[in-house]
């Protein structure tokens, strides 16, 4: 398995930025997923993008942050990135990092507040 750690959230006024990170300890395949999911309280948790550790096949994201978050990955820092713009009060909710390589894997998840 491998261990996610995220780092970046925080509160934001609504409109504004934030970019998470999420770093994976250990070598992860290059034919694994990596990405980003979130669960807003009372909620059910939900995919936000996802993508390839290599970027074959492009990023697939969730239609609620098409145009607003961008993700991106630094395999060499064995890093990726959710770069959030445009955040609303609807994106307030626990986002987690996501890996599936040798099974589910986890991050504890960060907490991104947006203020309206």
């Known amino acids: 398995q491998v261990q996610l750690v995220e780092s970046g959230g925080g509160l934001v006024q609504a409109g504004g930025s934030l970019r998470l990170s999420c770093t994976a300890s250990?070598?992860?395949?290059?034919?694994?997923?990596i990405g980003w999911y979130r669960q807003a309280s009372g909620k059910q948790r939900e995919l936000v993008a996802v993508?390839?550790?290599?970027?074959?096949?492009?990023?697939r994201y969730a239609d609620f942050v098409k145009g607003r978050f961008t993700f991106s990955r630094d395999n060499s820092k064995n890093t990726a990135y959710l770069q959030m713009s445009s955040l609303k009060p609807d994106d307030t909710a626990v986002y987690y990092c996501?890996?599936?390589?040798?099974?589910?894997?986890w991050g504890q998840g960060t907490q991104v507040t947006v203020s309206s």
């Open positions: 996501y890996s599936n390589w040798r099974g589910d894997n």
């Open positions: 250990g070598s992860i395949s290059s034919r694994s997923l």
């Open positions: 993508s390839a550790w290599t970027g074959g096949g492009g990023v």
